[in-house]
T-cell receptor, first 114, second 111 residues
């Protein structure tokens, strides 16, 4: 069974640009969550999607958005990039019917904003 | 505050047991998790415990939960150098749709 796949693995963008990251969950998993990991703030929850609907959202500005497609693949978008957006962005998938009993993470996309 | 607290560093000798401690915040958290992160990698789910359990054992891993004190620990028996990594404690939030992570404990296993 394939794991959670995130693309691309690495990205370099300049301030003011926008970026789109992709996450393909484990087959059969309908919930996809996104997290930002930085040395200073650690792992912070961005948002979670289930059946193409955002079910929960963390405390991030509106520049951070996401969506989920009918095949459960998810994308997140960051507009007007700032230097502070440099981070490892992790995606997690789970069956998501009730509780996240097991959330499996991808390898992450490392975004560097210069 | 709303922080999950972990000590930042732990160093043990190969073959010894490691105990990583965590205090969490939300008494309504249903599941508590331990994840492992190796350099340059994502998070690997090691184990989790349901909040109505006191202990869970899985091979070399033992999780102890003290719900009254909101204290969670992970014991790794016979620690090996390959166990060197960062270990994150996490609690489920918002009916389980979000995980609240600690800052991670960096475990160094020396030969």
């Amino acid at each position: 069974k394939a794991g959670v796949t995130q693309t691309p693995r690495y990205l370099i963008k300049t301030r003011g640009q926008q970026v789109t990251l992709s996450c393909s969950p484990i087959s059969g998993h309908r919930s996809v969550s996104w997290y930002q990991q930085t040395p200073g703030q650690g792992l912070q929850f961005l948002f979670e999607y289930f059946s193409e609907t955002q079910r929960n959202k963390g405390n991030f500005p509106g520049r951070f958005s996401g969506r989920q497609f009918s095949n459960s693949r998810s994308e997140m978008n960051v507009s007007t990039l700032e230097l502070g957006d440099s981070a490892l962005y992790l995606c997690a998938s789970s069956k998501g019917q009730n509780m996240n009993t097991e959330a499996f993470f991808g390898q992450g996309t490392r975004l560097t904003v210069v | 505050g709303e922080d999950v607290e972990q000590s930042l560093f732990l160093s043990v000798r190969e073959g010894d047991s490691s105990v990583i401690n965590c205090t969490y915040t939300d008494s309504s958290s249903t599941y508590l998790y331990w994840y492992k992160q190796e350099p340059g990698a994502g998070l690997q789910l090691l184990t989790y415990i349901f909040s109505n359990m006191d202990m869970k054992q899985d091979q070399r891993l033992t999780v102890l939960l003290n719900k009254k004190d909101k204290h969670l620990s992970l014991r790794i028996a016979d620690t090996q150098t390959v166990d060197s990594a960062i270990y994150f404690c996490a609690e489920s939030r918002n009916s389980g749709y979000a995980l609240n992570f600690g800052k991670g404990t960096s475990l160094l296993v020396t030969p």
